[in-house]
């Protein structure tokens, strides 16, 4: 059974880098799309972004400009950055995948809460 | 604002049969799929493509869509079914994906 699990820092700074990666288990990152999804304290999914194997990527046009997402195969892994942050991008940040027929997302990680506070 | 919008909170007596609707213009085009989200705890898929259930997902709940709505139905809510609920589908424009801002379900 495929399982994703989401790993970075718990805390970080007003201005800086947020950086998570999320593993792969059970299975290869195949042919479906690599995402991430947000919930800010008490409020609602925001979708985030997702990544091809090959490296295509959709971006929220919202996150667009502060976005980076990559995708390591050899190593089963996917990854976001988002630079620039504030108190606004605290929240649980999932990874999922997404089937590409009809765009729904089948697996969630159990999300990581990432708290940006000076 | 939600381009896929949902109605903050219904709610339904044990038993009842009860509807959660998303709305969007591009749900003429593109199909939704909706999302179970207990507190504390990740979403969960429950219906997909035209009416598709995962494995697992017991067959109370089902899915439809006319013109720009897509539909929930729990036929006979269960205590457990209290949650919060997401739909998700392509924004207006169909090159990204978007959430509805959630439907909070609460079974009296």
């Known amino acids: 059974q495929l399982q994703l699990q989401e790993s970075g820092p718990g805390l970080v700074r007003p201005s800086e880098t947020l950086s998570l990666t999320c593993s792969v288990s059970g299975g290869p990152i195949g042919d479906y799309y690599w995402g991430w999804i947000r919930q800010p304290p008490g409020k609602g999914l925001e979708w985030i972004g997702y990544?091809?194997?090959?490296?295509?990527?959709n971006h929220s046009p919202s996150l667009k400009s502060r976005l980076t997402l990559s995708v390591d195969t050899s190593k089963n892994q996917f990854s976001l950055s988002l630079a620039a942050v504030t108190a606004a991008d605290t929240a649980v940040y999932y990874c999922?995948?997404?089937?590409?027929?009809?765009?729904?997302?089948?697996?969630w990680g159990k999300g990581t809460t990432v708290l940006v506070s000076s | 604002s939600s381009e896929l919008t949902q109605d903050p909170a219904v709610s339904a007596a044990l038993g009842q049969t009860v509807r959660i609707t998303c709305q969007g213009d591009s749900l003429r085009t593109y199909y939704a799929s909706w999302y179970q989200q207990k507190p504390g705890q990740a979403p969960v898929l429950v219906i997909y493509g035209p009416n598709k259930r995962p494995s697992g997902i017991p067959d109370r709940f089902s899915g439809s869509s006319s013109g720009n709505t897509a539909s929930l139905t729990i036929a006979g809510a269960q205590a457990e079914d209290e949650a919060d609920y997401y739909c998700?589908?392509?924004?207006?424009?169909?090159?990204?994906?978007?959430f509805g801002g959630g439907t909070k379900l609460t079974v009296l």
């Open positions: 999922a995948r997404t089937v590409a027929s009809y765009q729904y997302i089948d697996v």
């Open positions: 998700h589908s392509r924004d207006i424009s169909g090159n990204h994906a978007i």
């Open positions: 990544i091809y194997r090959s490296g295509t990527t």
